[in-house]
């Protein structure tokens, strides 16, 4: 990630790039600095993505609940 030197930035502009990431706006221009540099180091507070994967396997209690996935694909569920 590039770093960036918000010191230069206008204060409208720091608004402005805050309001873009649903920050508060709110302060003086040292808070919006850091307000925004805690965005930039924490990629905007977001989740990371979750991975679902299906067993490769599935037990006969799992073939009950997929049982639309069962449909597309080819598996045998034993019982």
């Given at each position: 990630?590039?770093?960036?030197?918000?010191?230069?930035?206008?204060?409208?502009?720091?608004?402005?790039?805050?309001?873009?990431?649903?920050?508060?706006?709110?302060?003086?221009?040292?808070?919006?600095?850091?307000?925004?540099?805690?965005?930039?180091?924490?990629?905007?507070?977001?989740?990371?993505?979750?991975?679902?994967?299906?067993?490769?396997?599935?037990?006969?209690?799992?073939?009950?609940?997929?049982?639309?996935?069962?449909?597309?694909?080819k598996?045998?569920?034993?019982?």
């Open positions: 990630m590039a770093s960036r030197s918000y010191l230069t930035w206008s204060v409208p502009k720091l608004r402005a790039e805050l309001a873009t990431r649903g920050a508060s706006v709110g302060g003086r221009i040292t808070d919006l600095i850091e307000r925004l540099k805690a965005y930039v180091r924490n990629r905007d507070f977001q989740p990371p993505p979750l991975k679902v994967t299906l067993p490769l396997y599935p037990s006969a209690g799992q073939c009950q609940v997929i049982s639309s996935y069962r449909r597309n694909t598996f045998s569920c034993q019982k």
